[in-house]
């Protein structure tokens, strides 16, 4: 009987990265997203190499000028390249989703774990995330931004602080549940220290739920970032940025609708396909929960 | 009952606390004089040592803590440096403006959420429900000032249905007044009923599959008495949690929706303090803001427990 059952166990466990892989990629949503999200990242990355113009490169002949061979999507009140500038905006976007999602799963994977592990400590630090979680997104950020600065550093400094607490709730709940289980209770019957029970037991177990979070802080994060932009209390207007090119295109929306359009499409189809991602995601990671869905 | 409310009061009283905490930290991580930030470069010696002695920033650090607290105790925001009235003055006047529009936004996403969850749940599964979850995340990612904008493209500037901007002029009446609401509180709505709508399908699925249900649709009572005598009375408590998460996104989304709109409520007065530096303002409204979000979702709490007797308090 053991002989049937054991090389069975061993291929399920045998690559469980290609498995989850290959769930992710049988749902047509998630493939299709993930390609998008490749479009944006190659876009991003190589915005100096391919990019057809200067971000900043004005030319007052071709103002407004609409969709056409030379300029895809348009051009704006300076005569500068929409698709350009659009692609030096993902180049911001994602840099800031990325930086905040490191942040915040760092930071809030820390405080969730000694949460859920120091009694003494929980209290205190449960309510400084539900004072953190009154303050809507947008309205702490923004505050924050007025008292930091304007540089990429505060705004990832703003939005960690705006998404830490939500991992850090994450990784509390998981934490709490997992260290009950038996195999925790194995691993301190055995004379585990407390750093290696948490470094070797818990942590992996704490990857999946965070991993769909990190997508979710990364798919609000852009989102927020956009707002602060569009606010005008982002980074300065002088690095195109999905929110600022919204900003600056209200004047003329009437005449160059495409300024508004190109831009807004950007956030939309990344912040969509980010969340179908986190969606797919937690479904392929727990199956539990796909039954229910 | 009572010993619950109070527990829950308490913890308020916490919360609050950690609130005016953190706001105070917010405004004391400016880099360098925040008399000098707020007054800007064309300011004189003189003007920079009048606002820090009016302002209190020349006490030690603690004392400075003490007495904010205080103030926040006595409700007394101090006063804007650019707008020549106190803060509570400020925040009092916008207020109606940001309170109709999160209002008529709130009504708009749950009716709009509510009926699209349940029928997604019913379908389960089926093309109407991928529909409709498609669209739901859509409905979610779409940024409200984007919505706003396309919105004043084409229901305002094209077809003339709906005024662009603004408040109307200041004797305008209730019809009138709602008609610039219109737009502002779809672009508001939308995002947060694609996340009522979510949530609803999700607590009616698990519904859905409980015995009693079951039992019900083999006792052969009609599908609708099933779903919404059986079902949906038993979804709605949490169906109300996730109103209560919608109250933060409502009220930060007002920040930016009143700034497309120029509209002169609490979001715009934010906005315009933040490019100004106008730390007074800043701070008491993210005191008062965060003030209500916390006694809406205490409410919340409470209406829980009347609504389904198995919560314990």
Redesign the interface.
């Known amino acids: 009987m053991s002989d049937v059952a054991l090389p069975n166990a061993r291929t399920r466990s045998a690559s469980p990265l290609l498995l989850l892989l290959g769930r992710l990629v049988r749902r047509r949503?998630v493939l299709i997203s993930l390609f998008i999200l490749l479009i944006m990242l190659v876009a991003a990355v190589g915005a100096s190499w391919i990019a057809p113009y200067s971000p900043r490169r004005m030319d007052i002949a071709h103002r407004l000028a609409a969709p056409s061979a030379a300029h895809w999507f348009g051009t704006d009140e300076f005569g500068r390249d929409v698709l350009t500038r659009c692609m030096y905006g993902a180049q911001l976007s994602l840099t800031v989703g990325f930086l905040v999602v490191i942040a915040s799963l760092t930071c809030g994977t820390v405080l969730g774990v000694v949460s859920g592990y120091v009694r003494q400590l929980d209290g205190l630090l449960m309510?400084?995330t539900?004072?953190?979680?009154?303050?809507?997104?947008?309205?702490?950020a923004?505050?924050?931004?007025?008292?930091?600065?304007a540089s990429l550093t505060d705004v990832v400094i703003a939005l960690g602080t705006v998404y830490t607490p939500r991992v850090a709730r994450v990784a509390r709940g998981a934490t709490l549940v997992l260290r009950e289980l038996q195999f925790i209770e194995a691993a301190e019957a055995l004379g585990a220290s407390g750093r290696r029970v948490i470094v070797v037991h818990l942590l992996p177990n704490l990857a999946s739920p965070l991993l769909v979070q990190g997508t979710f802080v990364f798919?609000f994060s852009i989102?927020t970032e956009?707002?602060l932009s569009?606010?005008?209390?982002g980074v300065p207007p002088t690095s195109p940025t999905w929110?600022n090119m919204?900003a600056s295109a209200?004047e003329y929306?009437?005449n160059a609708?495409w300024l508004?359009l190109a831009p807004?499409l950007c956030?939309?189809l990344t912040?969509?396909a980010l969340?179908?991602v986190g969606?797919g995601l937690r479904d392929a990671l727990d199956p539990r929960l796909r039954r229910?869905? | 009952m009572t010993r619950y409310l109070l527990r829950r009061l308490a913890?308020m009283v916490?919360?609050?606390f950690?609130?005016a905490?953190?706001v105070f930290v917010?405004?004391h991580?400016?880099?360098g004089d925040p008399a000098a930030v707020m007054l800007g470069p064309s300011a004189t010696a003189a003007d920079i040592d009048a606002l820090r002695a009016r302002l209190g920033l020349d006490a030690s650090m603690p004392v400075q803590y003490v007495q904010f607290l205080e103030s926040v105790i006595r409700l007394r925001l101090g006063e804007s440096i650019f707008l020549s009235r106190s803060v509570t003055q400020a925040l009092a006047e916008r207020a109606p403006l940001t309170l109709q529009l999160t209002v008529l936004a709130a009504a708009l996403a749950t009716l709009i959420g509510i009926p699209i969850g349940v029928l997604s749940a019913v379908k389960r599964g089926s093309m109407v429900d991928q529909v409709l979850t498609?669209a739901a995340?859509?409905g979610?990612?779409?940024?409200?000032?984007?919505i706003g904008?396309?919105l004043?493209?084409y229901l305002a500037?094209r077809l003339h249905l709906l005024p662009v901007a603004g408040y109307g002029p200041p004797d305008a009446g209730v019809l009138e007044r709602l008609s610039y609401l219109i737009m502002p509180a779809i672009a508001l709505g939308i995002p947060n009923s694609a996340l009522i709508m979510r949530f609803t399908?999700?607590s009616m699925?698990?519904v859905l599959?409980e015995d009693y249900v079951r039992t019900a649709r083999a006792k052969g009572l009609a599908p609708a008495t099933v779903i919404f005598k059986h079902a949906f009375r038993n979804a709605r408590t949490s169906v109300l949690t996730v109103i209560g998460l919608t109250v933060?996104?409502l009220?930060?989304?007002a920040?930016?929706t009143e700034?497309v709109f120029a509209l002169p409520g609490v979001g715009n007065l934010?906005?315009s303090?933040?490019?100004r530096?106008d730390?007074p303002v800043?701070q008491g409204?993210?005191l008062v803001?965060?003030g209500v979000?916390?006694l809406i979702n205490l409410g919340i709490d409470v209406l829980y427990a009347v609504l389904d007797p198995r919560v314990r308090y």
Do not use: N
Request: aromatic share 6%; glycine share 8%.
């Open positions: 949503l309510r400084i539900d004072a953190l979680m009154a303050f809507p997104d947008i309205l702490l923004i505050a924050l931004m007025a008292a930091l600065g798919a989102l956009a707002a569009f606010l005008g209390a929110g919204i209200q929306m009437q609708s508004i807004g956030i939309v912040v969509l969340q179908a969606d229910l869905t | 913890g916490v919360v609050m950690l609130v905490t953190i917010i405004a991580v400016i880099p498609a995340m859509a979610a990612s779409l940024p409200s000032f984007w904008l396309t004043i493209e500037v399908r999700t699925l698990d599959q933060a996104g009220l930060g989304g920040i930016v700034t934010v906005v303090a933040v490019l530096r730390y800043i409204a993210l803001i965060s979000y916390v």
